[in-house]
């Protein structure tokens, strides 16, 4: 089984709301990723978990926060988010990043997020 | 720095044409290549990887080999259909941390 569900499907804001995202995956994988993706431009990478702890912020706003409580779930915590802060957010996971630092990584089927 | 090069799209092809899909990159070393696919409204899925010189990963009737000498892992198919209409993206796993480095995509469209 290599599926990573995400919820929820579809999301709609405020700018001063606060929601979160959430993903989980039951593989057994230590490494899991937040994407944003654009219409019509690949992912592109905002953070990684390895092991639960974060390991790599590619300079993300502190507007999205992403929070790791177990091996299996991952988070992402939104507050004050803008128009274009829309996308598509996608959550990835890998079996090993210590051990193996190339792996597969395996995607979820993404939050479209509608920020107003 | 580590960088996918893929040919623009759209690719629009008829049912049972051949497929090409170019991919080539940049990298330090020699990187797990792979390639993603995402039907409209959804995720990536992976589709195939290689991960050394001349591997060859498959999957439902695609195909690409790793060449070193050229730098490429271009995806093919031998007959394509209606359901194959979908991105396609070309990624390599490198930099300085391993991430996932993907080329800009290609649609594809197969018109019965």
């Known amino acids: 089984d290599t599926e990573v569900t995400q919820t929820p499907k579809h999301l709609v804001m405020g700018m001063t709301n606060k929601k979160s995202l959430k993903c989980e995956q039951h593989?057994?994988?230590?490494?899991m990723y937040w994407y944003k993706q654009k219409a019509k431009k690949p992912p592109e990478l905002m953070f990684v978990?390895?092991?639960?702890?974060?390991?790599i912020n590619e300079s993300v706003p502190s507007r999205f926060s992403p929070e790791c409580p177990n091996s299996s779930l991952l988070n992402l915590h939104l507050h004050a988010l803008q128009p274009e802060d829309s996308a598509l957010y996608l959550c990835?996971?890998?079996?090993?990043?210590?051990?193996?630092?190339?792996?597969?990584?395996?995607f979820g089927p993404g939050t479209r997020l509608t920020v107003l | 720095g580590d960088s996918v090069t893929q040919m623009e799209g759209p690719v629009t092809l008829s049912e049972e044409a051949f497929l090409t899909i170019n991919c080539t990159y940049t990298?330090?070393?020699?990187?797990?290549l792979f390639w993603y696919v995402q039907y409209p409204g959804e995720g990536l899925q992976l589709l195939l990887k290689?991960?050394?010189?001349?591997d060859k990963g498959s999957n439902k009737g695609f195909e690409a080999t790793y060449r070193k000498e050229t730098t490429s892992f271009h995806l093919e198919k031998g007959s394509v259909q209606v359901s194959d209409s979908a991105v396609y993206f070309c990624?390599?796993?490198?930099?300085?941390?391993?991430?996932?480095?993907f080329g800009k995509g290609t649609k594809l469209s197969v018109k019965p």
């Open positions: 990298a330090t070393g020699y990187p797990s």
């Open positions: 290689a991960t050394k010189a001349d």
């Open positions: 593989m057994g994988h230590r490494a």
């Open positions: 990835a996971s890998s079996d090993d990043r210590v051990l193996a630092l190339t792996d597969t990584q395996y």
């Open positions: 978990y390895s092991y639960e702890k974060l390991s």
């Open positions: 990624a390599l796993e490198g930099g300085s941390q391993g991430n996932l480095i």
